[in-house]
Structures are given as C-alpha cells and as structure tokens.
C-alpha cells in the first residue's frame, strides 16, 4: 500500500545505534517512512544511514 514503515523503534528502549544503513524506496514515496522512533523511545544514536525515496526520512515521536 501507500503506507509503511522500512525501520519501526518502539517501547522503552535504551542504547540504540543505528549505524550505516541503507534505506531505499523505490515505489512512489506514498505516505512511507523511512526511521520511526515512537514515543517511549530513549537514546537512539543514528548515524551515518543513507535514507532516500520515502514521503518523510525520520519521524520521531519523543517529546521533545
């Protein structure tokens, strides 16, 4: 469909890296996400991913 996630970090996590990753969507970008971090999210370190072809790259639903 229109909608997805390629990477979906939820709950209480700690200590996430997420570290040179290639994300890539081919499709119409639709309503796609490329890195979802929900809301009970704790430290995350992204870096160095390359994320291209999706309707948004990141999403995060931390408050900030």
């Keep these: 469909g229109e909608q ?3 990477i979906d970090v939820q709950g209480a996590t ?3 890296v997420l570290r040179g990753n ?3 969507e081919r499709r119409e970008p639709g309503r796609r996400v490329g890195l979802r971090v929900g809301a009970d999210v ?3 370190q992204v870096e ?3 994320i ?3 309707a948004m790259a ?3 639903r931390r408050k900030k």
């Design 4 to 6: 997805g996630v390629a």
């Design 14 to 16: 700690e200590q996430v």
């Design 22 to 24: 290639e994300l890539a």
């Design 42 to 44: 704790g430290e995350l």
């Design 48 to 50: 160095s991913n390359r």
């Design 52 to 54: 291209e072809g999706f």
């Design 58 to 60: 990141l999403e995060d």
